[in-house]
């Protein structure tokens, strides 16, 4: 008689139902994976060359767009941009992840929230591999400046990356259950990723601003742009992981400053709560909307 | 099976499926509202209505260890509706399903195949969807690659592989495990009559060892062989419950009535047609006639 195995196990319908599947969550990313290098050297270089050439064409335009040049721009723009992806594709894939996989979710019963985690898993994947990338613009640069610009220092980049893991997972399990019954959420998401880009201090300085909002007050008006730093710093939970991701890349490059002395721990703070907090909205809605998935799928 | 935890309700426990007066609910108007603009839209124009469409209604269905059921109806009476509630993939809107064991099914084989794999690859993705862990499927890969017969192509994408080779790896995974219960559809279009023979009997083999059956078909001379009990749905609605042998029948009389009526539906038809050509013809004659 085969055994019913009793032993403590999460509620159906839970996120951590998932570690019941760990296996396939093994499975599926290692699919993603294999797919997408199998069979061609290339696919790896492609995912290194990338976002080299955007940032190349990206720091020419921007340095001769603003007159405030940051030191290390073209590093500073890489880091910024890397984090941005990593969540903006994480989250681009996870929102199709359920109507993808209709027939599967339609035949045998699995976790449902497997589907959004393992294409979010693998993303991050892709992104260790691409850190590639970052690694040869910072030896470029250690050659330049002629100093060594890695150090123990950069491994803290586990520590933003983890944090906007769990904001994807999140985001992308919401978005995701929402597809299921609006199918241009697709759309919608699209043209708020490129506000999101804007807002997200990618190819600018924040600093900007402030100097912005001087020349308001100075000028006798309201320092509206001072309201918009604002919100970029603390509302925009994407632009606090770039922006510990950057304590731990781009801050150690410059010279004048000992780079602990900018780390500013609320930064760390403010990101765990966004994560968390968009966490459970995430797997909230869900889980509430699941049962209702194969009717509309 | 002694679980020292269980309320010693004897009754409950005797049942390995328990399908207790569960009704199945689709809203038909809502089903094809799938984005934000069309809602909106439907919303300002007050049509955002619910039309209910009961897939199933107040079924019951009580299964014990080492039986074997058939399910039978017409196209529609909600026979695949009652197989997904039963592995959970369908939460019924009323009612509660008890199922105390383990599930293999037998439908829709290598749901979870992606072509572009090998088919090395596609065992373990297979075997994870349906629920093994990879230990498990180690311990059984030469097994599986055995009864599929697919020793060569193990490292050739399945996109290149037959239908039917593609069905048999898909078998050959489902049915590697012993499970308590086990789904079948009648429509087991598993490659050439060799392989359907194999599959047969490594299905009957299953079923020596007291595993549950669950049978979907239309064919009562199978339902006869391999079944002891049936379960009839019609619209949703339980017609009748009991041994095979009887509802065979009935159902049986009950199809060739129907084909009977439809044949003489037909026959009614055509000869009314038949007299509308002769007048037709008739009256072609007429003014042919006419013009001279």
New interface residues.
């Given amino acids: 008689m085969s055994s019913t195995s009793k032993s403590i196990s999460p509620k159906e319908g839970s996120f951590w139902e998932v570690f019941k599947f760990k296996d396939l969550l093994y499975q599926l990313v290692s699919r993603d994976i294999k797919l997408k290098y199998r069979r061609s050297f290339l696919g790896y270089v492609w995912s290194v060359l990338n976002p080299l050439l955007i940032m190349t064409i990206m720091a020419i335009v921007f340095s001769f767009l603003f007159q405030r040049n940051l030191p290390l721009f073209a590093l500073y723009l890489l880091a910024g941009r890397t984090v941005f992806e990593f969540v903006n594709g994480a989250v681009g894939k996870a929102l199709y992840a359920i109507t993808d996989n209709a027939t599967l979710l339609k035949k045998t019963y699995v976790s449902k929230f497997m589907f959004p985690l393992s294409k979010i898993t693998s993303t991050l994947v892709d992104f260790v591999f691409n850190l590639g990338a970052l690694v040869i613009v910072m030896l470029v640069f250690s050659f330049v400046e002629g100093r060594c610009l890695f150090s123990f220092w950069n491994l803290g980049i586990v520590i933003p990356i983890l944090q906007a893991y769990i904001f994807a997972l999140g985001l992308g399990f919401f978005l995701a259950q929402l597809h299921v019954f609006f199918r241009d959420i697709g759309y919608i998401y699209n043209a708020f990723v490129t506000m999101w880009l804007y807002c997200s201090a990618i190819f600018y300085d924040i600093g900007m601003f402030y100097e912005k909002a001087e020349q308001q007050i100075n000028a006798g008006g309201t320092p509206y742009a001072k309201y918009m730093a604002f919100i970029i710093e603390n509302l925009n939970p994407l632009y606090i992981y770039i922006k510990q991701f950057r304590y731990f890349v781009w801050v150690p490059g410059i010279e004048s400053v000992p780079y602990w002395s900018v780390v500013n721990v609320w930064d760390f703070v403010l990101g765990a709560i966004y994560a968390v907090l968009m966490f459970i909205v995430g797997t909230y809605f869900f889980k509430r909307s699941q049962d209702k998935f194969i009717l509309y799928i | 099976?002694d679980?020292i935890?269980s309320v010693p309700d004897l009754d409950e426990n005797e049942y390995i499926i328990d399908v207790n007066n569960v009704t199945v609910r689709?809203?038909k108007s809502t089903?094809n509202i799938?984005?934000?603009?069309e809602?909106f839209v439907k919303l300002i124009k007050h049509e955002l209505m619910f039309q209910e469409f009961l897939a199933l209604q107040d079924v019951n269905l009580k299964i014990k260890k080492g039986e074997a059921w058939a399910i039978i109806g017409t196209n529609g009476s909600g026979k695949s509706t009652l197989l997904?509630v039963i592995?959970?993939?369908?939460?019924p809107y009323k009612g509660s399903v008890k199922v105390?064991?383990?599930v293999a099914?037998l439908?829709?084989l290598g749901?979870?195949i992606?072509p572009?794999?090998t088919a090395r690859?596609n065992i373990?993705?297979n075997g994870?969807?349906?629920?093994?862990?990879?230990k498990f499927i180690d311990s059984k890969f030469d097994e599986i690659v055995e009864f599929s017969e697919l020793e060569d192509f193990l490292d050739s994408p399945v996109q290149n592989f037959s239908s039917g080779m593609t069905s048999r790896l898909g078998f050959s995974v489902a049915t590697v495990v012993?499970?308590?219960i086990l789904i079948v559809d009648e429509v087991l279009s598993v490659g050439d009559v060799l392989f359907r023979k194999k599959c047969m009997n490594k299905m009957n083999e299953m079923l020596s060892v007291g595993t549950t059956l669950l049978f979907v078909s239309h064919n009562m001379q199978q339902v006869r062989e391999m079944c002891n009990k049936a379960i009839w749905l019609n619209h949703g609605k339980v017609l009748r419950v009991g041994d095979a042998e009887g509802i065979c029948n009935e159902y049986e009389t009950k199809i060739a009535a129907i084909k009977e009526e439809e044949r003489a539906r037909r026959a009614e038809q055509e000869r009314l047609l038949n007299e509308q050509a002769e007048m037709i013809k008739q009256k072609r004659k007429l003014s042919a006639t006419d013009k001279k």
């Fill in positions: 099976m679980n935890f689709f809203n089903e799938n984005d934000l603009k809602y997904k592995s959970k993939i369908l939460k105390n064991g383990t099914s439908i829709e749901a979870g992606d572009k794999l690859e373990y993705l994870c969807i349906l629920g093994y862990n990879k012993q499970p308590d």
